[in-house]
């Protein structure tokens, strides 16, 4: 086995995984029972602080993103097809994902295997913004789920009602993300590896170059 004496950087030291897109591994950033929302610092690749969660917008699932995947021209495209125009751009960050659970997992800031079940597709502002849906492997309940229309209507509604409405701000009248619909498994496979090819050109290239 190889042994690695310094930390990994959480998006672009870690493998996505060996079974991609029907398998993947996926780094956790903020779990349900934290009031604050962290995400990771692109450059050190530690979490930091972005900003404290509203009392009554509490994530609903394990929350992340896929490491070694990028948000760019590929992923965006699906979007700009689903919006029926060319101006939609990719939010230049790795792709999210969202790991559901019965486990009570008490903090961020790790890896998890999971299976892609779909995902829902979003719109921050003029940039595409997917979450790909997932269940933890082996998972006793939600491990029996294979696609997202499986889920009972009202998780669905859930991430729903979270993804529009977590980067609101206090007196904002207008929301910040639109939500556009929801994928199944079979697109979610897709949205992974047009991530992979976004990530391989836009980040691999340019540093090997």
Same mark, same amino acid.
């Given at each position: 086995?190889?042994?690695?004496?310094?930390?990994?950087?959480?998006?672009?030291?870690?493998?996505?995984?060996?079974?991609?897109?029907?398998?993947?591994?996926?780094?956790?950033?903020?779990?349900?029972?934290?009031?604050?929302?962290?995400?990771?610092?692109?450059?050190?690749?530690?979490?930091?602080?972005?900003?404290?969660?509203?009392?009554?917008?509490?994530?609903?699932?394990?929350?992340?993103?896929?490491?070694?995947?990028?948000?760019?021209?590929?992923?965006?495209?699906?979007?700009? !097809?689903?919006?029926?125009?060319?101006?939609?751009?990719?939010? &230049?960050?790795?792709?999210? $994902?969202?790991? *559901?659970? @019965? +486990?009570?997992?008490?903090?961020?800031?790790?890896?998890?295997?999971?299976?892609?079940?779909?995902?829902?597709?979003?719109?921050?502002?003029?940039?595409?913004?997917?979450? !790909?849906?997932?269940?933890?492997?082996?998972?006793?309940?939600? &491990?029996?789920?294979?696609? $997202?229309?499986? *889920?009972? @209507? +009202?998780?669905?509604?859930?991430?729903?009602?979270?993804?529009?409405?977590?980067?609101?701000?206090?007196?904002?009248?207008?929301?910040?993300?639109?939500?556009?619909?929801?994928?199944?498994?079979?697109?979610?496979?897709?949205?992974?590896?047009?991530?992979?090819?976004?990530?391989?050109?836009?980040? @691999?290239?340019?540093?090997?170059?």
């Amino acid at each position: 086995m190889e042994m690695h004496i310094h930390r990994a950087h959480p998006w672009h030291g870690i493998s996505l995984g060996e079974n991609v897109p029907e398998e993947v591994t996926a780094f956790i950033e903020i779990v349900p029972t934290d009031t604050i929302k962290y995400e990771i610092d692109k450059i050190s690749g530690y979490l930091s602080v972005d900003r404290p969660q509203k009392f009554s917008n509490i994530v609903p699932a394990l929350y992340g993103f896929l490491p070694q995947t990028y948000s760019g021209k590929r992923v965006a495209e699906l979007t700009n !097809i689903a919006l029926n125009t060319e101006k939609v751009e990719g939010d &230049g960050d790795p792709l999210d $994902i969202c790991v *559901l659970t @019965e +486990k009570d997992v008490t903090h961020g800031d790790i890896i998890v295997k999971a299976f892609p079940i779909g995902g829902l597709r979003l719109l921050d502002r003029n940039q595409a913004d997917d979450k !790909i849906i997932s269940v933890l492997k082996e998972d006793m309940i939600y &491990g029996n789920y294979k696609n $997202i229309y499986d *889920l009972p @209507e +009202k998780i669905l509604q859930r991430l729903i009602h979270y993804f529009t409405t977590y980067k609101d701000l206090p007196g904002e009248q207008d929301r910040r993300m639109k939500f556009i619909e929801v994928y199944d498994v079979k697109v979610a496979y897709d949205v992974i590896c047009r991530s992979r090819e976004d990530y391989i050109r836009e980040i @691999e290239y340019n540093v090997n170059k």
